[in-house]
């Protein structure tokens, strides 16, 4: 009785650990607003900008599904040297049941020109991931097992990643792998392929900007992401940005969910926006959707100016 306990267990906490979105074998949150938040993803967006930029974003994925995912982040990032550099910080808040992870990273780039409008960026982060899991939390069967006594509480996990961005103000494309160390989250020697290991993500992104009129701009734009173990994500989103002001869109993410987007450019430094997520899958009939808020602030150097929004 106790090892079956034992295995029910630990299979509950390989998914609580191991949990994105609906594919098991991804650990990293997903992002329906990835365009509003890119550094996350891709430490060469560091300072791409031209200014000093910094958003929140907030999800909470899974509505009215009890103990459903909820993830925070906070990034702020600026370039340097004429824009040749940037430098940022980025710090991501998740959590599933019983478990929380925050990833805290230092990010750096490097651009150069490769045309008078066009870069080539490149980026490095390097932070500690912290690992909690809180068994109380739990409805346990046998409140008095051994196996849910010890908490993990702090546990500090180094990563680094790399990330590569070409892009100018009509197009961007960029391929990273924002954790490239393999660490052990979790182990117990007395179950058997009982360890959690951290697996690697390639993010390739990409998207054009059309100028429809001088009032309207339109943009497709596409995430794709790949994980050993789980079936390839990807992500297809198009929005229309009117009069610089208002941005509607939608996405699909692939076999998962339908999504409505909307941001409104509250003034030259404030950008704030939303949206909403529709399961596809058999999950929809669990839940009430996924919600996404965010705000965007960026201060503008007075002889620099941002006067037309760059649109990603």
């Given at each position: 009785?106790m090892?079956?306990?034992?295995?029910?267990?630990?299979?509950?906490?390989?998914?609580?650990?191991?949990?994105?979105?609906?594919?098991?074998?991804?650990?990293?949150?997903n992002?329906?607003?990835?365009?509003y938040?890119t550094?996350?993803?891709?430490?060469?967006?560091?300072?791409?900008?031209?200014?000093f930029?910094?958003?929140?974003?907030?999800r909470?994925?899974?509505?009215?599904?009890?103990?459903?995912?909820a993830?925070?982040?906070?990034?702020?990032?600026?370039?340097?040297?004429?824009?040749?550099m940037?430098?940022?910080?980025?710090?991501?808040?998740d959590?599933?049941?019983?478990?929380q992870?925050?990833?805290?990273?230092?990010?750096?780039?490097?651009?150069?020109?490769?045309?008078?409008?066009?870069?080539?960026?490149?980026?490095?982060?390097?932070g500690?991931?912290?690992?909690?899991?809180?068994?109380?939390?739990?409805?346990?069967l046998?409140?008095?097992?051994?196996?849910?006594?010890?908490?993990?509480?702090?546990?500090?996990?180094?990563?680094?990643?790399l990330g590569a961005?070409?892009?100018?103000?009509?197009?961007?494309v960029g391929?990273?792998v924002?954790a490239?160390?393999?660490?052990?989250?979790?182990?117990?020697?007395?179950?058997?392929?009982?360890?959690?290991?951290?697996?690697l993500?390639?993010?390739?992104?990409?998207?054009l900007?059309?100028?429809?009129?001088?009032?309207?701009?339109?943009?497709?734009?596409?995430?794709?992401?790949?994980?050993?173990?789980?079936?390839?994500?990807?992500?297809?989103?198009?929005?229309?940005l009117?009069?610089?002001k208002f941005?509607?869109?939608?996405a699909?993410?692939?076999?998962?969910?339908?999504?409505?987007?909307?941001?409104?450019q509250?003034?030259?430094?404030?950008?704030?926006?939303?949206?909403?997520?529709?399961d596809?899958?058999?999950?929809?009939?669990?839940?009430?959707?996924?919600?996404?808020?965010?705000?965007?602030?960026?201060?503008?150097?007075?002889?620099?100016?941002?006067?037309?929004?760059?649109?990603?």
């Amino acid at each position: 009785m106790m090892t079956q306990c034992r295995f029910l267990y630990m299979s509950l906490l390989t998914l609580l650990l191991l949990w994105c979105n609906t594919t098991l074998a991804q650990q990293d949150p997903n992002f329906t607003q990835y365009m509003y938040n890119t550094m996350t993803i891709n430490p060469a967006y560091a300072g791409s900008r031209d200014v000093f930029s910094a958003a929140v974003l907030h999800r909470s994925q899974w509505l009215g599904f009890d103990g459903g995912p909820a993830s925070q982040t906070l990034s702020a990032h600026s370039p340097i040297r004429d824009g040749k550099m940037g430098l940022g910080l980025n710090i991501v808040n998740d959590r599933i049941g019983v478990t929380q992870e925050t990833d805290i990273n230092a990010v750096y780039s490097y651009a150069i020109e490769v045309s008078r409008y066009t870069k080539l960026s490149f980026g490095l982060n390097a932070g500690v991931n912290m690992l909690n899991v809180d068994f109380n939390d739990l409805n346990r069967l046998e409140p008095a097992d051994v196996e849910f006594l010890n908490n993990i509480e702090n546990k500090f996990s180094p990563q680094v990643g790399l990330g590569a961005l070409l892009y100018n103000d009509q197009y961007f494309v960029g391929l990273s792998v924002p954790a490239l160390l393999r660490n052990d989250r979790f182990s117990d020697n007395s179950v058997a392929d009982a360890t959690v290991t951290d697996r690697l993500h390639y993010y390739l992104t990409a998207g054009l900007v059309f100028d429809i009129n001088p009032m309207l701009k339109f943009k497709p734009s596409i995430l794709v992401r790949h994980v050993s173990g789980a079936p390839l994500l990807a992500e297809l989103s198009s929005n229309f940005l009117i009069n610089d002001k208002f941005t509607l869109g939608a996405a699909y993410r692939l076999n998962s969910n339908f999504s409505g987007l909307f941001a409104f450019q509250v003034s030259d430094s404030i950008l704030m926006g939303i949206a909403y997520d529709r399961d596809t899958s058999t999950l929809t009939n669990y839940n009430d959707g996924s919600l996404e808020f965010f705000a965007r602030f960026e201060l503008f150097k007075k002889y620099k100016r941002m006067y037309t929004p760059r649109f990603f």
